[in-house]
């Protein structure tokens, strides 16, 4: 019999007997939020590889432990577990008063809603120790803590083991709003047309900072501004592609897609393929199609030829790309050439923005003066000239 053949049924018979002897394989992680043993501080990032228990098909993000049936009952043993652990990992040393049954159970309270909505005991103990934050926010303001998450689970269809790895990133900022506040912006989010509630926890997820960021008017005053660009739909589409251009300031905001409308006269159509048009600066919006310009890789399109349009490269091309494949693969040039053109523009730029602002309404009326306004060098022969000579 062949070597290869005697390890490939050794192999098959070892998988038949793990499988036998254990329901489940868990890939175990390292939990992405680390604990500093010296200052007691935790890092906030909260992403992570999930780990995956194949035996019900749930995500978990913390590593396995070990728990006795007391533990994984609401009750004191599992807060001592849970002290206990922080303790011995350095996540901190947390005091409780054991002797005032009260605030013990004031404690517990969260714990058991949780548990009523389904999520598992182990979890909670997981989440708690690989947590210090999650669970010193739990303990302190149980209460509110509990409201924001079932704002939260409720509106954007996400559950309680997803909502609980969110508070221990961004607790402190969502309990300091409180559970109103939440839902007032999760409402507004929802008036843009996001959709439905799987599509409000994509957006939250990808940008959490609008459920605290900024207030609720502030987010209805860019909304508002947009909605004199944009239609219902391409604001939908802007707001789930790039969220983050309802946390700018108004007047900014307003002056870049004015700009990328008007002077390099593309479409709404073309916001809702690019993601960075909000983070750029307009400064460095000018500078990249300027340098296009220059280069003869930009041409503004005529509303009459309409194969200008589709010979320049997209908004998402132009301001998505690195430096390197902006120059390289955009503007056709080496990336020498486009960073010597940024120092020289840098160093002769001084003033206001060398662009006219205008207003959705005046659009018309700008372009009919722009049309006005231009002359024929005198090298250029047009039979128009004698026109313009007349009306001189």
């Known amino acids: 019999i062949p070597i290869r053949s005697i390890m490939r ?15 489940s394989v868990v890939i175990p992680t390292i939990t992405h939020r680390s604990i500093n043993r010296r ?17 019900n098909g749930t995500h978990s993000r913390y590593e396995p432990e ?21 303790k011995e990992k350095g996540g901190g040393d947390f005091i409780i008063p054991w002797h005032d049954e009260d605030t013990v159970v004031e404690i517990l309270k969260p714990f058991e809603q949780m548990v009523g909505h389904g999520v598992k005991p182990s979890f909670i103990l997981s989440a708690c120790i690989n947590e210090p934050f999650l669970f010193s ?3 302190r303001k149980g209460s ?25 990133a961004y607790g402190d900022e969502l309990v300091r709003e409180g559970p109103e506040a939440v839902q007032s912006r999760l409402d507004r989010l929802s008036a843009l047309g996001v959709g439905t509630d799987i599509a409000m926890g994509k957006l939250i997820r990808s940008c959490p900072a609008l459920l605290f960021a900024v207030s609720e008017s502030s987010l209805g005053a860019t909304a508002e501004a947009m909605g004199a660009f944009f239609s219902r739909k391409q604001i939908s589409s802007i707001v789930q592609k790039c969220p983050q251009s309802l946390l700018q300031n108004v007047d900014e905001v307003e002056a870049k897609y004015e700009y990328i409308y008007f002077q390099m006269c593309m479409e709404g159509s073309e916001f809702i393929e690019c993601s960075r048009w909000a983070d750029i600066s307009l400064d460095e919006i000018m500078a990249r199609h300027e340098f296009l310009h220059k280069c003869g890789r930009y041409t503004t399109p005529d509303k009459k030829n309409h194969q200008i349009r589709m010979e ?12 390197d494949h902006f120059a390289c693969a955009v503007a056709a040039v080496t990336t020498e050439e486009w960073i010597l053109y940024q120092t020289l523009r840098d160093k002769l730029a001084s003033g206001p923005p060398s662009f006219e602002r205008i207003k959705p309404s005046k659009r018309k009326e700008y372009e009919r003066r722009a049309k006005e306004s231009q002359s024929i060098p005198d090298h250029v022969f047009d039979c128009s000239r004698e026109k313009l000579d007349r009306a001189e």
């Open 9 to 23: 049924r050794s192999v098959i018979s070892l998988c038949t007997r793990i499988a036998s002897s254990s329901r």
């Open 39 to 55: 200052s007691s501080t935790v890092s906030r990032r909260w992403y992570s590889t999930p780990t995956i228990d194949s035996s």
């Open 66 to 86: 070990v728990y006795s049936e007391e533990e994984l009952i609401i009750g004191e043993p599992m807060l001592r577990r849970i002290v206990g652990e922080l």
């Open 137 to 139: 926010l739990l303990a």
């Open 144 to 168: 509110t803590a509990s409201r924001v998450m079932t704002v939260i689970v409720h509106s954007c269809r996400m559950p309680y083991e997803d909502v609980c790895q969110f508070m221990a």
């Open 312 to 323: 320049n490269p997209s908004l998402h091309e132009i301001l998505d790309s690195t430096d």
